[in-house]
T-cell receptor, first 114, second 114 residues
């Protein structure tokens, strides 16, 4: 089955600096890699995703990169702001079917220092 | 408004007293699942359902039951709760059309078993 590992578990950055969170996966058939943000006391919400046919995707200050050969993908947040403080989860499917189970990483708690 | 709802949001109970957490979605999604969230362990899938009357075990199904009699509802049943089931529970749903679709989470149910 799929195994998703996420690092680091906690990350503290100065406001305005960049933050990078990394994940590795084991199932070479995985073809979709979403990132979720969970603010304190709230539900996880999708912030960006990438499919296996592209290497990078950007949405304003957020970007995700994918290296299929190495089986790792990363979330990059530039010009961090206080509202970026949250727990971030990466995920990958177990297999390539649209019905495949989604396996989540263990999460990264990101803190932005003023 | 497209949403996933859960009830109750908070529940304190005692060991052995049967309880049900309800989950409902209004997006006509085929796929529904239950997760539990524990510190340092991320989101672990308990059970999932790909359509009415089709359910299957996730990674941590012991002590839980589910049913899917209607497409919109997916209740989680704890027949005899134990303290190790104290956790934050999320219901989620997504469609199965296309390669991948966004997974929507409910607001969460914080369960404490004494």
């Amino acid at each position: 089955g799929e195994n998703v590992e996420q690092h680091p578990s906690t990350l503290s950055v100065q406001e305005g600096d960049s933050a990078v969170i990394k994940c590795t996966y084991s199932d070479s058939a995985s073809n979709y890699f979403p990132w979720y943000k969970q603010e304190l006391g709230k539900r996880p919400q999708l912030i960006i995703d990438i499919r296996s046919n592209v290497g990078e995707k950007k949405d304003q200050r957020i970007a995700v990169t994918l290296n299929k050969t190495a089986k790792h993908f990363s979330l990059h947040i530039t010009e961090t702001q206080p509202e970026d403080s949250a727990v971030y989860f990466c995920a990958a499917p177990e297999g390539y079917s649209s019905a495949s189970k989604i396996i989540f990483g263990s999460g990264t708690r990101l803190s932005i220092r003023p | 408004e497209a949403q996933v709802t859960q009830n109750p949001r908070y529940l304190i109970t005692v060991t052995g007293k049967k309880l049900t957490v309800t989950c409902s979605q209004n997006m006509n999604h085929e796929y529904m699942s239950w997760y539990r969230q524990d510190p340092g362990l991320g989101l672990r899938q308990i059970y999932y359902s790909m359509n009415v009357e089709v359910t299957d075990k996730g990674d941590v199904p012991e002590g839980y039951k589910v049913s899917r009699k209607e497409k919109r509802n997916f209740p989680l049943i704890l027949e005899s709760p134990s303290p190790n089931q104290t956790s934050l529970y999320f219901c989620a749903s997504r469609g199965l059309a296309g390669i991948r679709s966004e997974q929507f989470f409910g607001p969460g149910t914080r369960l404490t078993v004494l």
